[in-house]
């Protein structure tokens, strides 16, 4: 889009929409009166999303097929916005996963699409959308972070805290240097959320052991989120017991706090 663009309606891109805390952005931004750029690998969920969401609000959505694990796959999803003559006026870095293995377990090019999905990507489609975002003088960027953020590195998950906690300095670097521009930027750092991601990670054992009350849906996230970033809010933990996990994440000394993580972990150890 331009400053003149036709379109009556903001564009929202979302990329990892096709489930999950995605799926819910989407149908929040719909909600919202905004047409929607739909980034996942499977079409046919993007597809039918966004014929859903289309049909319901009465916004134009449309899929992006795309694997956000491949060299330069932002430029693709950009050029394929350009393309229908618009651009992002609000970035949802969802996408990801998780690797619950051991580093050495796992083949090096594995690891590198964790970074390139996760990292990679979602700087670059931030770093694409920025500038149109700027000339129009708003727009808004939320990555979504974990609450893993908070803690320090463990045996297994090699790369997820710190990949995360990357994307917390980013935001606040991005809205440090934005402060000003009319674009507001968000980072929400969310913990057990029910949603397929807890199967694909490997934590949906220890979610089945936990108090229901320690659990969101993918809803209360997005909903919290998004309420923070409207009010410019940068680092959001949605719940107040991911609040005081959090807290007690960073509070507690990492010689006491190390050896209890590491114990829950012992199943990646070298040594097993």
């Known amino acids: 889009m331009t400053p003149t663009d036709p379109h009556p309606r903001p564009l929202a891109l979302i990329t990892g929409a096709s489930a999950g805390i995605g799926a819910a952005f989407a149908r929040a931004y719909a909600a919202r009166g905004c047409d929607l750029a739909l980034v996942a690998r499977r079409a046919d969920r993007l597809e039918a999303l966004a014929a859903e969401l289309a049909a319901a609000h009465g916004i134009e959505a449309f899929a992006v097929p795309a694997d956000l694990a491949a060299y330069e796959a932002h430029v693709g999803v950009l050029r394929a916005v350009a393309d229908r003559g618009r651009a992002v006026d609000a970035l ?4 990801g996963f998780s690797i619950a293995q051991s580093f050495m377990g796992v083949p ?34 939320v990555n979504v972070g974990s609450l893993a953020a ?18 917390v300095s980013f935001s606040q ?25 807890a199967v694909a990670n490997g934590t949906k054992a220890v979610m089945d052991e936990a108090p229901r009350r320690f659990f969101q849906t ?30 007690v994440l960073r509070g507690l000394p990492q010689a006491l706090l190390i050896p209890i993580l590491n114990r829950a972990s012992a199943k990646y150890h070298l040594s097993t």
Not at 123 to 135: D, F
Not at 237 to 243: L, S, Y
């Open 108 to 141: 090096w090019d594995r690891q590198r699409d964790f970074l390139m999905t996760l990292v990679v990507n979602a700087c670059g489609l931030a770093h694409g959308a920025i500038p149109g975002m700027a000339v129009r003088g708003r727009g808004s960027i």
């Open 92 to 95: 949802v870095n969802n996408a």
């Open 173 to 197: 670097s991005l809205a440090a240097e934005l402060k000003g521009s009319g674009i507001r930027v968000t980072v929400t750092c969310p913990g057990f959320t029910l949603t397929e991601f």
């Open 218 to 247: 993918a809803e209360q996230v997005v909903a919290q989120t998004l309420a923070a970033n409207d009010r410019g809010q940068v680092v959001v933990i949605p719940g107040t017991h991911n609040r005081i996990a959090a807290a």
């Open 150 to 167: 908070f803690a320090p590195g463990v045996a297994g998950h090699s790369l997820y805290p710190g990949a995360k906690s990357l994307m």
